[in-house]
């Protein structure tokens, strides 16, 4: 019993000092394949997300009632194909309905947020979306999903607002999306100011065919201890214009 005891209480502690999450952020093209124009496939996408097994799911241009995507609220439909709970940030209203992006949770979602990202120079509006998820155990992390502005202007000024958040955060923070930014650009060096990207097993993420460009990204706060268990972009070429990038992490 001594023995059993000893094992217990040592396999309690390192759960307490590790855990491991899967994060994954997926570009979805309102679920539109790039080869089957006015075509909608959200069972692809859905596909691509539960094979994955991600934890927390940051996605970028989810439509909810718009005519071009068959007037689905795919934010509700995404969490439906998925078993998992969501919650969805408007970019824009868009026709009666709204585009924007979407967080899904394996885990229970016990917070959620939304920010209006700031717009020097005129352009679409976007929003910034963070949940706290409490994972099995009962360790609580938070996720902040976006999709950067096409203008420079805007991309640097929301890249700042986004470090002035994560000064406030003392628990883990990961954020992800598309950023519209390579890895040398203003933005991206800003955001290293306070966040930690992979830079080891990085790969570009779009197009979709033959990609070349790394925009879409998922980042550490740095207020944490952890490790990069793997980060890759899954070859997955049919469902959107962007290839899903997928990381576990372990926080220590």
């Given amino acids: 019993m001594r023995k059993l005891f000893l094992l217990l209480a040592v396999l309690f502690s390192i759960s307490l000092q ?12 309102h679920a539109n394949p790039p080869s089957k124009p006015n075509f909608i496939d959200l069972p692809a996408i859905a596909k691509v997300i539960n094979d994955a097994k991600a934890d927390i ?4 241009e989810v439509d909810i009632h718009v005519s071009r995507s068959e007037m689905v609220n795919q934010a509700e439909k995404l969490a439906e194909l998925t078993g998992m709970e969501y919650y969805f940030s408007k970019g824009i209203n868009l026709e009666k309905g709204y585009y924007g992006t979407l967080i899904l949770s394996k885990h229970k979602i016990v917070g959620k947020r939304r920010y209006d990202l700031p717009m020097p120079v005129q352009s679409e509006n976007r929003s910034l979306a963070i949940v706290d998820v409490e994972l099995p155990g009962g ?10 502005d096409l203008k420079p202007e805007n991309r640097i000024a929301q890249a700042e607002f986004i470090n002035e958040l994560g000064e406030l955060y003392s628990k883990p923070l990961i954020f992800v999306g598309d950023l519209n ?7 991206i060096k800003i955001l290293e100011k306070y966040f930690v990207r992979n ?15 790394e925009i879409d ?3 550490v706060l740095k207020n944490q201890k952890f490790e990069w268990k793997s980060y890759s972009v899954i070859n997955e070429s049919y469902a959107s214009d962007h290839l899903p990038l997928l990381a576990e992490i372990t926080f220590k």
């Fill in 139 to 148: 360790k609580t992390i938070s996720l902040a999903n976006t999709h950067l």
């Fill in 57 to 60: 799911v940051g996605i970028q």
């Fill in 181 to 187: 930014a390579k890895p040398d650009s203003e933005p």
């Fill in 199 to 213: 830079t080891t097993t990085n790969k570009p993420t779009s197009p979709n065919v033959n990609p070349r460009n």
């Fill in 217 to 219: 990204y998922i980042m």
């Fill in 18 to 29: 590790a855990q491991t999450v899967r994060i994954l952020t997926y570009n979805i093209h």
